[in-house]
């Protein structure tokens, strides 16, 4: 309702702002008075809020618009290195940590490794730790610190944000939210893993302005984000978006999962690795994510060499997820899919197979208005994603 | 924003009266004092309101309700036959016509058969003829009719709305809204056939308060209407749901579409109709939609009979849609799938082994989270839907 009775002037006051703030930040260097022409606030209450932004910190003036007649108006912009977000990305064998500005700046970006896999506890611990480094070595003030948020590799709770599985960490049941704010002493998100990726790419990567679109991540597992009408699209249980148990081939390989030739036994990167080690004449099982990455590392070498078992690897799994992303087609109808994680590191060799093998699956007008595309980002798109999340919602998002 | 400079209080006014509607449609029996609460409007703005609504007749009070210590307070209640609406939905071999008031009470309903498919012309000609029997049979006021919703097996622009392909009707590139608009004289609305029946199940069915359902019939094609947080979700192109074009067998016949072992050519009603030809020994091709239900109500006869050999042809068709089910609760983790059109007339040989053809392709927990229904309509469903269109409207929706 837009007359509301009783006092929630608070919220009516910081959606106005959160408006204004985001349209600072999509329409680089604006003035006052687009500020209120686009919103349809007052030029009294436009200024107030912009001089409340400014005292803040959170925008700066910069120079000088074209005058329609009158005096030039002062121009507008984020502030960058004003306010700040933490991302951490909770991998098997590594956390990933990034500090970005409002504006969507690196402050701080690294990759660190764990023996083995952490327990919740270990995992709060490291966070706390360099969290508090980082704090440190940056010098930044806790009070421009808008959040922390951090990727899990497994399904939440969709209310309580508790973790009730995260298989390859080993865990279920646990809420490491509660524990985090309290040490880290700032506001803590959790979300799942493909989910920040696809924050990333609608905010900082392709999918910009995208309102529909799917960011599949291809790693150990395959898993995908899903942007629907603009927003992340959770479903009933919070669980959309399990694409890698899609089943692509009825005479797979049976998948943990129950089911035989998920997506993610024929194109995940432990399923190519495990192909690599068949090749090589390796018979022992690839027990460890280690493993993994050693055998995929080998393969994408002897590919990228030119080596026809090699590339015969990546192009059957590509044949694989071209299929699935042909389904996703079919059904989402969406603008773009976005191919992220360690996909990028290949893309050059199969982007094409993949776009046959979908167009061969998808309806032909279907699969013409999508555009396939490898990620703009690495390994760190969840982390990045992340720290989005508490960034987001200064800006009403 | 909710501070607007200049006047659109008519815009506010029309989306004040429409929330207290929605209200009152929502809870059965709602007193001036509730919706002022509900609502967050003064208790003057919401009795002016209401005063409108009772003048136009929308709405009618209704005995008295508990009084909390003064005057028993007055009860409100949408009015039955008092606005109307008329949906269509235009099919190979019939029109489906329907009347329903703003309460969602069947008014109309018939089936009107064509001797061979429709040309746009003739099918705008015997739209205008069944609405203008029907107004007059009825007795309707063309000032109390809210509009006509039309049913189109095929795709439409997304913003345009002109048909671009209704492949089982020959029609491509037309606009019949225009036509249909002058021809009746109230507002027209078009919506694919599978959308239409989602917005039945979601006003009118099983899906009423279901934010992420997705409903899909089984006809001679398949096709499926999927809601979102609430809402159509339409996808980039309009086209979202065309899960008839899931592939679900490898080895499977090769579709229209140019692709093999599409979920239409396995457990279609087509398909079925086809496999009992081949069983009862037809060889020339099943080329009319007559053919098709002749073969069907054959097929289904015999299943109802116990006959193993048609059974089997359910069966085997079920396992397909069930596997397709799977797929999409993967992606979408909706909470209930319904199937409509004409597989409510069978369902009951069907369900469970579309149950556990969909559990062992899906998650457990996502499985697990999701309701497998036949939908309560039958093959009225997208007439009802395309009916829904304009009342909906009403309510801003």
């Not at 600072?24 to 006052?32: C, D, K, Q």
């Not at 919740?120 to 948020?149: C, H, N, W, Y």
């Not at 899919?337 to 776009?355: C, E, R, T």
Request: charged letters at 25%; a neutral charge.
């Amino acid at each position: 309702m837009r007359e509301p009775k009783t006092g929630n002037n608070k919220y009516l006051k910081e959606l106005n702002q959160a408006t204004i703030l985001d349209l600072i930040r999509t329409t680089a260097g604006i003035s006052r008075k687009a500020l209120a022409d686009r919103t349809g606030l007052s030029a009294t209450a436009t200024g107030a809020i912009v001089k409340e932004l400014l005292g803040a910190e959170f925008i700066r003036e910069v120079g000088e618009g074209k005058s329609s007649g009158g005096r030039k108006p002062v121009m507008l912009e984020l502030n960058p290195d004003s306010y700040y977000a933490f991302g951490f990305d909770i991998d098997m064998r590594f956390i990933y940590a990034v500090v970005l500005d409002i504006t969507g700046k690196i402050h701080y970006e690294e990759k660190w490794e764990n023996k083995s896999s952490l327990t919740p506890e270990e995992a709060v611990r490291q966070i706390r730790r360099i969290f508090d480094t980082v704090v440190s070595d940056l010098k930044l003030r806790k009070e421009r610190i808008l959040g922390v948020g951090v990727s899990i590799p497994g399904m939440l709770d969709i209310t309580t944000r508790k973790i009730y599985l995260a298989p390859n960490l080993g865990w279920s049941d646990v809420d490491i939210r509660e524990g985090l704010s309290q040490e880290l002493d700032v506001p803590v998100y959790l979300d799942n893993e493909a989910m920040c990726s696809a924050f990333c790419e609608n905010w900082l990567g392709i999918c910009r302005g995208v309102e529909d679109f799917i960011c599949i991540n291809i790693e150990s597992g395959i898993g995908a984000g899903i942007f629907v009408r603009g927003k992340i699209y959770r479903g009933y249980t919070g669980s959309a978006g399990e694409v890698g148990h899609i089943s692509v081939d009825e005479n797979g390989p049976r998948c943990k999962c129950g089911n035989v030739g998920c997506l993610e036994t024929m194109a995940s990167i432990s399923a190519m690795a495990q192909k690599y080690r068949e090749l090589v004449g390796e018979t022992c099982p690839a027990v460890s994510e280690n493993t993994i990455d050693q055998n995929f590392e080998a393969l994408l070498k002897g590919a990228r060499e030119g080596e026809p078992a090699c590339l015969r690897i990546f192009r059957t799994a590509a044949v694989s997820l071209g299929k699935a992303i042909g389904y996703l087609i079919n059904a989402f109808n969406p603008q773009t899919i976005v191919l992220g994680k360690k996909f990028p590191q290949y893309a050059g060799l199969v982007l094409d197979d993949i776009a046959k093998s979908a167009a061969r699956t998808a309806l032909a007008h279907l699969a013409e208005s999508c555009t396939i595309v490898p990620s703009s980002f690495g390994e760190n798109s969840s982390a990045l994603g992340a720290a989005i999340i508490p960034i987001r919602k200064l800006f009403g998002k």
